[in-house]
């Protein structure tokens, strides 16, 4: 059974650079039959997708959030089997719940989903 | 502002039946892609409810029901329970800018 689980900091500072980490089980991150996405909520408010990788680096982002953002996976340790999310220039703006989850493909549903980190961002 | 557009709030009594539109363009819904719908109950991650426009993943209540329409899709839940209180997301895919995934601003749903 594929799951996953978010990893990072719960404060950021201002200005300074947001960065988590999904470790996936039940599935390898090296398969191309999946996307590995990011996808975050800010308090009381919708969701919002921030982008997704395929193992071998094809990487999309939200038009909203591209100059701030990179998604990567971990190649040099697949053992860990993990992806990882930047997010740079942080303001409070970028305060929320940030998900890790998982597609059959860019334009299809995300399912299963991480439980979730809550980040703050604040001095 | 969401790309998808749902109403803020809907409510019902229980054993009632509610609908959740989710309002689209001709670059998203209206472009033929297909619409999903997730339920979150409170605290907790959004799960899949309905994919592919209508249909339900295993484990899934058939009160609960999807379609679409133009540039619009509509989540129908019907035989209201009390464990339905929960907030609903609609996505779909963007072919504009490059193609992106869009969501709704989800809809809070309250069984009176």
């Given at each position: 059974q594929?799951?996953?689980?978010?990893?990072?900091p719960g404060?950021?500072t201002p200005?300074?650079?947001?960065?988590?980490?999904?470790t996936v089980s039940?599935?390898?991150?090296?398969s191309?039959?999946y996307?590995w996405g990011?996808?975050?909520?800010p308090?009381?408010?919708?969701?919002e997708?921030?982008g997704?990788?395929?193992?071998f680096?094809a990487?999309?982002y939200?038009?909203s959030?591209k100059?701030?953002?990179?998604?990567?996976?971990?190649?040099?340790?697949?053992?860990?089997?993990q992806?990882?999310l930047?997010?740079?220039?942080v303001t409070a703006?970028?305060?929320?719940?940030?998900?890790?989850?998982v597609s059959?493909s860019?334009?299809?549903?995300w399912?299963p989903w991480g439980?979730g980190t809550?980040v703050t961002v604040?001095? | 502002?969401s790309?998808?557009?749902?109403?803020?709030?809907?409510?019902?009594?229980p054993?009632?039946?509610?609908?959740?539109s989710?309002t689209?363009?001709r670059?998203?819904?209206g472009?033929?892609y297909?619409v999903?719908?997730?339920?979150?109950l409170?605290g907790a991650?959004p799960k899949?409810?309905i994919?592919g426009?209508?249909?339900?993943?295993?484990?899934?209540p058939d009160?609960f029901s999807?379609?679409?329409?133009g540039?619009?899709a509509?989540?129908a839940i019907?035989?209201?329970?009390a464990?339905d209180e929960?907030d609903?997301?609609c996505?779909s895919?963007d072919?504009?800018?490059g193609?992106?995934v869009?969501?709704g601003?989800?809809?809070?749903?309250?069984?009176?």
């Amino acid at each position: 059974q594929l799951q996953l689980q978010e990893s990072g900091p719960g404060l950021v500072t201002p200005s300074q650079t947001l960065s988590l980490t999904c470790t996936v089980s039940g599935a390898s991150i090296t398969s191309l039959d999946y996307y590995w996405g990011w996808i975050r909520q800010p308090p009381g408010k919708g969701l919002e997708w921030i982008g997704n990788i395929l193992y071998f680096g094809a990487t999309s982002y939200n038009p909203s959030l591209k100059s701030r953002v990179a998604i990567s996976v971990d190649r040099s340790d697949t053992s860990k089997n993990q992806f990882s999310l930047k997010l740079n220039s942080v303001t409070a703006a970028d305060t929320g719940v940030y998900y890790c989850a998982v597609s059959p493909s860019s334009d299809r549903d995300w399912r299963p989903w991480g439980q979730g980190t809550l980040v703050t961002v604040s001095s | 502002q969401s790309v998808l557009t749902q109403p803020p709030s809907v409510s019902g009594a229980p054993g009632q039946r509610v609908t959740i539109s989710c309002t689209g363009s001709r670059s998203n819904i209206g472009a033929n892609y297909d619409v999903y719908w997730y339920q979150q109950l409170p605290g907790a991650a959004p799960k899949l409810l309905i994919y592919g426009n209508n249909k339900r993943p295993s484990g899934v209540p058939d009160r609960f029901s999807g379609s679409k329409s133009g540039t619009s899709a509509s989540l129908a839940i019907t035989g209201l329970q009390a464990e339905d209180e929960a907030d609903y997301h609609c996505q779909s895919y963007d072919n504009s800018v490059g193609g992106y995934v869009v969501f709704g601003g989800g809809t809070k749903l309250t069984v009176l």
